[in-house]
C-alpha cells in the first residue's frame, strides 16, 4: 500500500497557523489506501533563540528520508536578518539541489487584485533555485570602515541553466498555450546573460513546438502589470525570479494565495513546498492568515509525487471556495475547514 | 550674460524625433537673457554601423565641454545587445561619474494606470548609478562548453554608497513628507546589503527630520502595486533600481511618461537628461512616440542647472496638457508644439 512520509516544518509566525490547515486538507484529499506519515521538526526563530541553532547536521539528514517537506513560513524581527534565510531555508534549498523553484500565478475569479480590468492571469514562473546571486559567493574587505568594498558574485553554470531551462521548455510544452519566456538582463550582464541566451535557444531546439521571447527584467515588471495575459511559463535566474514571483503575487490577488515548490525534480533529495509569503510577525496569533497558499501549496505537492488528481481537486476546491465566499472575513481555521470539506465531498 | 552649453545626443530610433520637441520646449521656456548653444552628436547605432565606434575618445573630451548633455535613446535590434548599452550609454554614466539616477514618478491627472482606484504617486527613486552589478566586472570560462561557469560580480564601495545616499536623504529632506525608503535584499546579498544599511544608519543621523523604511526589493515591487503612495523618496542599487523604475513607469501611466537625469552632483563632468524609454524600433518614424518623457527630462536638465522657475514652468505645462488633452491622438510634434506654447504663454 502506498504512502507518504512527508517532514513538516511549520516554521515561525503564522506559518504554525498555516501548516496545520495544509495537513488537514491534504488528510481529507488523500485517497483512503494512502497512508500519511507526518514528522514535525521544530526549526526557526525559536529554536535559534533556545540553542543557537538554524539547521543541525542530524536534521538535515533525517530529512532525506521524506518524501517531500510541507513548509510554513520561516524569520521572526528578534532573529538578525538574514541568520534564518541564509541558515535554514536556503540551506534546505541549496543542500537538497531544488533547482526548480516553481511558482504559478493565476488570477481566481472573485479575488481582488490591484490591476484595473482584471487581465486573464495563468503563468508560471520557473526560478532557478541554487545558483545565481544566492549562492552568498562575494566578501567585504575593511569592513566597516570608509574604504569598505562589498561585492556580490552571481555564478551561473552551464550545468545549472540548463537543467532549469530544460525543465521549464518541458513545462511549457505540457501546457495548452505552449510559450517559454526568458527573463533576464542580458545587455547589462553580459558574462551570464550570454550563458542564459545561448543555452536557452540551444535546448529550444529539442522543443520546436515550443514559441520562445525573451525580456530584459526591467521591461517584464512593466508587462507584468499592462499585459500579464501575454505570460504562459517564465524561466529565469534566482534573484529576477524572486522579484517577479512577488509582484505576480501581488497582481493576482495577492500573497495570501501564492503557492510554490522548491523542486528537486532527479528524486535524490526530497523537495519542498512552501507558501510564498513569509511570517507575518505583524497578524500572527489573530487568526487572520489566509492558509489557502499553503494549501495550494499542497496541491504542487500531490502534484510532485503524481497524485494529478487529487491536487486537481484541490485547485477546483480553492476556485470555487474564493468564488462562493462572502464578504465575512474567515478565521484561517475556518477557511482551511471549507476547503478541506469541498476536497472530501 | 548667462548660456547653456548643451550636447545633443538623438541617438535611435524614436530618439530622433523625441530629442527635437525637447529642445524646442527649453528654447521656449528659457529667459530672453539666456543663450542656449547646441552641439550635436552622432552617436548610436547608425555611427556604430558606418565606423564600428560606439564613442570614440575625441567626443568623450569634447563631451566634457558642455554644461549638460540631453539623450534621447540608444539601442537598435540591428546591433548585438549590449554593444550600444555598454560601449555608450553606461560608458558615458561611468566616465562621468553620474553617481546618481534620478527618476520621479507621478501619476498625472487624466493619465492611464493598470492600477485600480488610481492611488495618489509621487515619489522619486534615486538609483546609484556608478557601481552594483553594472560594472561589468565577472566573466566566463570554458564559454559556450558543458562546463562554463559565469560570473557578475556587483562592486559596492562605501565611497559610492556613501554619496548616493547622502543625497536621497538631501532630497527627502527637502520634500513635504521627509520619508527616505532604502530598498535591497540585505537578508540573501548580505555583504553588499550589510554595507549599504549600515551606511543608511549612519547618514541617517545626520538627517534627523527624515523619516526612514526599508523594504525587500521584492516586497518593493508588492507595494509599488498595492500601496505606492507609501513612498516618498527611494534609494537603492543600480540593478535594484532599474527594475524598480520601470515598474514605477508603468504604475504611472507608462514609459512615455518617465523622465530621468544621470547627475554628477559635483559638477565635475557635465550631467546627462533621458526618458527612461528605450529606442522603440516599433514605432519610430510612425510620428506615435511621445516626447512628454523627454520634455520631462529637460524639466530636470534646468533644475539642475538652478532654472528653478522654468522647471517648474514645464510641470505645470505638463500637468495641463495632460489633463485637458482630448481623445485625438497626437503626433509627437503636435504635443512638442503645444507643450512648448503652454511654456511660454
Ligand atoms: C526569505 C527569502 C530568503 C526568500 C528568497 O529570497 O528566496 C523569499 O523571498 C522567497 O521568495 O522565498
Ligand atoms: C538600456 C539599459 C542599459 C538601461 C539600464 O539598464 O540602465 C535602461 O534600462 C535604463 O534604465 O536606463
Known amino acids: 500500500s502506498r504512502s507518504i512520509r512527508l517532514a513538516v516544518i511549520?516554521?515561525?509566525?503564522?506559518?504554525?497557523?498555516?501548516?496545520?490547515?495544509?495537513?488537514?486538507?491534504?488528510?481529507?484529499?488523500?485517497?483512503?489506501?494512502?497512508?500519511?506519515?507526518t514528522q514535525e521538526y521544530d526549526l526557526g526563530a525559536r529554536r535559534w533563540h533556545v540553542t543557537g541553532e538554524t539547521l543541525p547536521d542530524a536534521e538535515l539528514e533525517s530529512l532525506k528520508n521524506h518524501d517531500a517537506i510541507l513548509l510554513g513560513a520561516i524569520g521572526d524581527p528578534s532573529v538578525p536578518s538574514g541568520v534564518l534565510e541564509r541558515g535554514l531555508l536556503l540551506k534546505l534549498r541549496?543542500?537538497?539541489?531544488?533547482?526548480?523553484?516553481?511558482?504559478?500565478?493565476?488570477?481566481?475569479?472573485?479575488?481582488?487584485?490591484?490591476?484595473?480590468?482584471?487581465?486573464?492571469?495563468?503563468?508560471?514562473?520557473?526560478?532557478?533555485?541554487?545558483?545565481?546571486?544566492?549562492?552568498?559567493?562575494?566578501?567585504?574587505?575593511?569592513?566597516?570602515?570608509?574604504?569598505?568594498?562589498?561585492?556580490?558574485v552571481s555564478v551561473n553554470t552551464a550545468y545549472g541553466v540548463e537543467r532549469v531551462v530544460r525543465d521549464a521548455y518541458a513545462r511549457a510544452a505540457a501546457r495548452p498555450r505552449k510559450k517559454l519566456t526568458l527573463v533576464h538582463?542580458?545587455?547589462?550582464?553580459?558574462?551570464?546573460?550570454?550563458?542564459?541566451?545561448?543555452?536557452?535557444?540551444?535546448v529550444g531546439a529539442e522543443f520546436p513546438e515550443v514559441t520562445t521571447d525573451y525580456l530584459h527584467v526591467d521591461a517584464a515588471t512593466i508587462f507584468f502589470v499592462t499585459q500579464p495575459e501575454r505570460f504562459d511559463v517564465i524561466v529565469t535566474d534566482n534573484l529576477f525570479g524572486d522579484i517577479l514571483t512577488d509582484l505576480a503575487a501581488a497582481v493576482t490577488g495577492g500573497i495570501g494565495l501564492a503557492a510554490s515548490g522548491n523542486i528537486n525534480p532527479s528524486g535524490t533529495f526530497p523537495s519542498m513546498f512552501e507558501p510564498v509569503h513569509g511570517s507575518a510577525p505583524d497578524i500572527a496569533g489573530t487568526g487572520k492568515a489566509d492558509p489557502t497558499a499553503t494549501v495550494l501549496s499542497v496541491a504542487l505537492l500531490l502534484q510532485h509525487l503524481g497524485y494529478e488528481a487529487e491536487a486537481a481537486r484541490i485547485e477546483t476546491a480553492v476556485a470555487q471556495d474564493l468564488a462562493e465566499r462572502g464578504d465575512t472575513p474567515r478565521t484561517t481555521d475556518e477557511i482551511g475547514d471549507a476547503l478541506a470539506a469541498r476536497v472530501s465531498g
Open 10 to 37: 511549520p516554521g515561525d509566525g503564522i506559518g504554525q497557523e498555516v501548516v496545520p490547515q495544509g495537513l488537514k486538507v491534504l488528510s481529507a484529499v488523500l485517497p483512503q489506501g494512502v497512508k500519511l506519515e
Open 94 to 152: 541549496f543542500v537538497f539541489d531544488h533547482y526548480v523553484n516553481l511558482r504559478p500565478s493565476k488570477l481566481f475569479p472573485n479575488t481582488a487584485t490591484p490591476l484595473a480590468g482584471r487581465p486573464d492571469i495563468d503563468f508560471v514562473v520557473v526560478r532557478e533555485g541554487t545558483e545565481g546571486p544566492y549562492t552568498g559567493n562575494g566578501g567585504s574587505l575593511r569592513t566597516g570602515t570608509p574604504a569598505e568594498v562589498a561585492t556580490e
Open 185 to 202: 538582463k542580458t545587455n547589462v550582464l553580459a558574462h551570464a546573460g550570454h550563458l542564459w541566451k545561448n543555452i536557452f535557444d540551444k
